[in-house]
């Protein structure tokens, strides 16, 4: 079984770049979520993807967006980066049917200069 | 509004020392209680899933528990490579999104 696997590892932008982070959910899985986690912080929800479509979104402005593909990987787009911006993003996968239990990848960290 | 809370920030125990973190929440109507733990510059492990109170569940070192304000989780005779910060989280009310404690940072000396 492959695990949540996310691209690329580490990224260093400039202020108001756009980046984009790319995830490969878990074989099974149908749902994608993301997460941006400060240092010293918990991980704090950005928005989840289910059936190609967003399912729930955090408390981010828009210029965070996302995509979700059919074979179910998912693709976070960040525009007019801030320093602010600099975290680990998490890609996270579940199933919508049982326990709901997501499974993260190891993630990605942004830096913003 | 949904929140979580984890305390101590962080503990410092020797090889051997059993201890208990503590997680509480506020939500409204609780859809699933999560521990996970994350190592340095990595993404979080799933450990568990507690949905009702009076519910454990345990794993090698590690025991958790759930009740209708807080969880905790025992650690039995912790090792070296327990070490590492343990994250609590709870669905919100709509079952898409985790919302995240701070997490308690263990570090366990041999």
């Known amino acids: 079984e492959t695990g949540v696997t996310q691209s690329p590892t580490h990224l260093i932008k400039t202020r108001g770049q756009q980046v984009t982070l790319r995830c490969s959910s878990q074989?099974?899985?149908?749902?994608v979520s993301w997460y941006q986690q400060a240092l010293g912080q918990g991980p704090q929800f950005i928005f989840q993807?289910?059936?190609?479509?967003?399912?729930g979104r955090g408390n981010f402005p828009p210029r965070f967006s996302g995509l979700q593909f059919p074979n179910y990987s998912s693709e976070l787009n960040v525009n007019a980066l801030e320093l602010d911006d600099s975290a680990l993003y998490l890609c996270a996968s579940s199933t919508r049917q049982g326990t709901y239990e997501q499974y993260f990848g190891p993630g990605t960290r942004l830096t913003v200069t | 509004e949904d929140q979580v809370t984890q305390s101590p920030e962080a503990l410092r125990l020797q090889e051997g020392e059993s201890s208990s973190l503590n997680c509480s929440y506020t939500?409204?109507?609780?859809?699933?209680l999560f521990w996970y733990r994350q190592d340095p510059g990595k993404g979080p492990e799933f450990l568990f899933t507690?949905?009702?109170a009076g519910e454990e569940k345990e794993k090698e070192r590690l025991k958790a528990t759930l009740t209708k304000k807080e969880s905790f989780l025992h650690i039995t005779a912790p090792k070296p490579e327990d070490s590492a910060t343990y994250l609590c989280?709870?669905?919100?009310?709509?079952?898409?999104?985790?919302?995240f404690g701070k997490g308690t940072t263990l570090s366990v000396s041999s």
């Open positions: 507690l949905y009702s």
């Open positions: 993807y289910y059936r190609e479509e967003e399912n």
């Open positions: 989280a709870v669905h919100n009310q709509a079952g898409t999104a985790l919302i």
């Open positions: 074989s099974g899985h149908n749902t």
């Open positions: 939500v409204s109507g609780l859809r699933g």
